[in-house]
């Protein structure tokens, strides 16, 4: 599952699957804007069948937050 | 989007086609929230309809419209629809030739035509998409346009408003779509309503009937069956749906 997120991150943010470090943060991928962000959470919540909360969109700011937050939906990470 | 049960924004509901369009949510079972700049329409509306929420607003004030869409959103919950059919229809040329010489079109009446059919509907969804987002609510925003988006000699202002707002749908359905908000026009063309006959003489409308394959205006009715298909059609998205008669083509 972990590796699918960082599928997920690599295809939409068109970057090496290799960059996709836990450290990897909104603030360091030039590409990685709001509406980047509003696109990955879309395609997270329709391939993992979940729905995620404003709260937690907007604390999804690095690869180690999403994943955090995906753990507490029962999504392995 | 079914529409029972729905939260709907309609602006300019108090009187003609938004008048027609809240009557037909309401036979939809909608709950209906009408915000209006007109004291006296809203009254009468109210008269009529007691459990539609009515609220006065400017729609050209930013913080008027936040505070009022705030407001109805504590009343009846997540908006799910918002339909931006207030406007104010103003016709001037550029330039026009006088006895004086020449008379450029009113700077003030160009900002208040911009503000009333533009600024309006920036302000009107940035306030509810926000909630939308924010509450993850899945909504329809319909933006009332006009055939005279395409250019409209005499109606300078009017149409750059109105063309203003066919790009805003198209912006917004691209930045919105993912989220689950579905954002589209609807664009009469000369339609019988009390605003087409204050605003114009009957010898112009009868050049403009001349114009019109089908050689008749368009009823309210028929603007507002194409209003609520755009809401009901879930694959409706970033267009606008021309209902003109065939005028522009």
Not at chain 1, 14 to 42: C, F, G, N, Q, R
Not at chain 2, 216 to 240: H, Q, S, T, Y
Request: charged share 20%; proline share 3%.
């Amino acid at each position: 599952m972990n590796n699918k997120i960082n599928i997920i991150l690599a295809g939409i943010l068109s970057i090496p699957l290799d960059a996709v470090t836990d450290e990897l943060a909104m603030k360091d991928v030039e590409a990685w804007d709001s509406l980047k962000h509003m696109e990955l959470i879309a395609t997270i919540e329709e391939t993992l069948s979940i729905q995620l909360t404003f709260d937690e969109i907007v604390t999804m700011q690095d690869v180690a937050a999403i994943k955090k937050v995906l753990s507490t939906k029962g999504v392995e990470c | 989007m079914e529409l029972q049960s729905k939260n709907v924004i309609v602006t300019g509901g108090a009187r003609g086609i938004g008048r027609e369009l809240v009557e037909k949510l309401l036979a939809k079972q909608a709950k209906v929230c009408v915000f209006d700049i007109s004291r006296p329409g809203l009254e009468q509306l109210h008269n009529d309809y007691p459990e539609i929420d009515c609220v006065e607003c400017d729609l050209t004030d930013h913080k008027m419209v936040e505070m009022c869409v705030s407001g109805a959103t504590e009343r009846i919950g997540a908006i799910h629809v918002l339909v931006n059919n207030a406007g104010f229809l103003y016709s001037e040329p550029l330039v026009k030739l006088s006895p004086t010489g020449i008379l450029k079109h009113d700077p003030a009446m160009w900002e208040k035509t911009i503000a009333a059919n533009l600024n309006s509907v920036f302000y009107m969804t940035s306030s509810v998409v926000e909630r939308m987002i924010m509450t993850r609510t899945k909504g329809v925003i319909v933006n009332i346009s006009s055939v005279s988006a395409c250019g409209n000699a005499g109606q300078s202002a009017y149409s750059a408003a109105k063309a203003g707002v066919n790009a805003l749908t198209a912006v917004w359905a691209k930045e919105l779509g993912m989220m689950g908000v579905r954002v589209a026009s609807v664009a009469p063309g000369f339609t019988n309503t009390e605003s087409t006959n204050e605003v114009m003489n009957q010898a112009n409308l009868q050049e403009i009937l001349k114009r019109v394959p089908l050689r008749r205006l368009g009823k309210p009715g028929e603007i507002v069956d194409g209003i609520i298909a755009v809401i009901e059609n879930d694959f409706f998205n970033g267009k606008v749906f021309e209902l003109d008669g065939g005028l522009v083509l």
